[in-house]
Protein backbone atom coordinates (compact mmCIF):
# COMPACT_ATOMS: atom_id res chain seq x y z
CA UNK A 1 0.00 0.00 0.00
CA UNK A 2 1.56 3.11 -0.90
CA UNK A 3 1.40 6.38 1.69
CA UNK A 4 1.13 9.49 0.75
CA UNK A 5 1.97 12.52 2.78
CA UNK A 6 1.18 16.09 2.44
CA UNK A 7 2.83 19.34 3.53
CA UNK A 8 2.84 23.05 2.57
CA UNK A 9 -1.07 24.14 2.90
CA UNK A 10 -1.34 27.11 5.45
CA UNK A 11 -3.03 30.72 6.10
CA UNK A 12 -2.85 32.58 3.42
CA UNK A 13 -3.89 36.19 2.24
CA UNK A 14 -5.98 36.14 -0.91
CA UNK A 15 -3.92 37.45 -3.76
CA UNK A 16 -1.22 35.44 -2.42
CA UNK A 17 0.83 31.87 -3.03
CA UNK A 18 1.43 28.65 -1.96
CA UNK A 19 3.29 25.60 -2.33
CA UNK A 20 1.60 21.77 -1.76
CA UNK A 21 4.10 18.69 -1.49
CA UNK A 22 3.06 15.32 -1.86
CA UNK A 23 5.76 12.40 -1.43
CA UNK A 24 4.84 8.65 -1.94
CA UNK A 25 6.53 6.02 0.28
CA UNK A 26 7.26 3.96 -3.06
CA UNK A 27 8.70 4.42 -6.47
CA UNK A 28 6.11 2.46 -8.35
CA UNK A 29 3.69 5.48 -7.72
CA UNK A 30 6.17 6.96 -10.73
CA UNK A 31 4.56 5.24 -13.22
CA UNK A 32 1.03 6.16 -12.46
CA UNK A 33 -0.68 9.67 -12.74
CA UNK A 34 -0.85 12.10 -9.53
CA UNK A 35 -2.80 14.76 -8.74
CA UNK A 36 -4.84 16.45 -6.42
CA UNK A 37 -7.99 17.41 -5.41
CA UNK A 38 -9.87 19.48 -2.41
CA UNK A 39 -12.91 19.74 -0.30
CA UNK A 40 -14.54 22.49 0.76
CA UNK A 41 -16.88 22.50 4.01
CA UNK A 42 -20.12 21.10 3.13
CA UNK A 43 -18.88 20.17 -0.64
CA UNK A 44 -18.21 17.06 -2.62
CA UNK A 45 -14.52 16.28 -3.24
CA UNK A 46 -13.30 17.95 -6.51
CA UNK A 47 -10.48 17.63 -8.92
CA UNK A 48 -7.83 20.29 -8.91
CA UNK A 49 -4.94 19.16 -11.29
CA UNK A 50 -3.18 15.94 -12.34
CA UNK A 51 -0.13 14.87 -14.26
CA UNK A 52 1.00 11.99 -15.71
CA UNK A 53 3.83 9.77 -15.38
CA UNK A 54 5.36 11.93 -18.00
CA UNK A 55 4.32 15.58 -17.27
CA UNK A 56 1.22 15.43 -19.25
CA UNK A 57 -0.84 18.45 -16.95
CA UNK A 58 -4.43 18.44 -16.36
CA UNK A 59 -6.76 21.22 -14.50
CA UNK A 60 -9.57 22.20 -13.46
CA UNK A 61 -11.36 25.05 -14.45
CA UNK A 62 -11.54 26.79 -11.60
CA UNK A 63 -7.68 26.34 -11.60
CA UNK A 64 -6.64 26.71 -14.90
CA UNK A 65 -3.54 30.14 -14.97
CA UNK A 66 -3.49 30.04 -11.46
CA UNK A 67 -2.23 26.04 -11.09
CA UNK A 68 0.84 24.38 -11.58
CA UNK A 69 1.53 20.79 -10.93
CA UNK A 70 4.86 19.44 -11.58
CA UNK A 71 6.49 16.01 -10.26
CA UNK A 72 10.51 14.82 -9.57
CA UNK A 73 10.08 11.19 -10.06
CA UNK A 74 13.24 10.83 -8.44
CA UNK A 75 11.65 11.87 -5.43
CA UNK A 76 8.80 10.60 -5.93
CA UNK A 77 6.80 13.92 -4.90
CA UNK A 78 4.22 15.62 -6.88
CA UNK A 79 3.99 19.73 -6.43
CA UNK A 80 1.35 22.26 -6.61
CA UNK A 81 2.01 26.04 -6.72
CA UNK A 82 -0.98 28.01 -6.57
CA UNK A 83 -1.15 31.38 -7.37
CA UNK A 84 -3.29 34.51 -6.95
CA UNK A 85 -5.44 32.63 -4.55
CA UNK A 86 -9.04 33.06 -3.39
CA UNK A 87 -11.16 32.79 -0.38
CA UNK A 88 -13.22 30.69 -2.92
CA UNK A 89 -10.08 28.24 -2.85
CA UNK A 90 -10.12 27.61 1.23
CA UNK A 91 -10.19 23.94 1.43
CA UNK A 92 -8.38 20.72 2.73
CA UNK A 93 -6.19 20.03 -0.31
CA UNK A 94 -5.66 16.27 -0.89
CA UNK A 95 -2.79 14.39 -2.75
CA UNK A 96 -4.01 11.20 -5.21
CA UNK A 97 -2.75 8.70 -6.87
CA UNK A 98 -4.16 6.53 -9.64
CA UNK A 99 -5.42 3.45 -9.96
CA UNK A 100 -3.90 1.74 -12.91
CA UNK A 101 -5.60 3.12 -16.49
CA UNK A 102 -6.74 6.22 -14.88
CA UNK A 103 -6.16 9.31 -15.90
CA UNK A 104 -7.27 10.81 -12.32
CA UNK A 105 -10.14 13.06 -13.34
CA UNK A 106 -12.81 11.70 -10.61
CA UNK A 107 -12.36 10.89 -6.89
CA UNK A 108 -13.18 7.06 -7.74
CA UNK A 109 -9.98 7.30 -10.12
CA UNK A 110 -7.79 7.42 -7.30
CA UNK A 111 -6.54 4.12 -5.40
CA UNK A 112 -4.26 5.94 -2.47
CA UNK A 113 -5.09 9.42 -1.01
CA UNK A 114 -2.91 11.60 1.41
CA UNK A 115 -4.23 12.63 4.93
CA UNK A 116 -5.32 16.32 3.69
CA UNK A 117 -3.41 19.66 3.91
CA UNK A 118 -5.65 22.47 5.03
CA UNK A 119 -5.91 26.14 2.53
CA UNK A 120 -7.14 28.98 4.05
CA UNK A 121 -7.59 32.12 2.13
CA UNK A 122 -9.05 35.33 3.95
CA UNK A 123 -9.41 38.42 2.03
Known amino acids: QVQLIESGGGLVQAGGSLRLSCQASKSTASSYHMGWFRQAPGKEREFVAAISWSGSTYYADSVKGRATISRDNAKNTVYLQMNSLQPADTAVYYC?????????????????WGQGTQVTVYS
Open 96 to 112: ALARGGSRLREVDDSRA
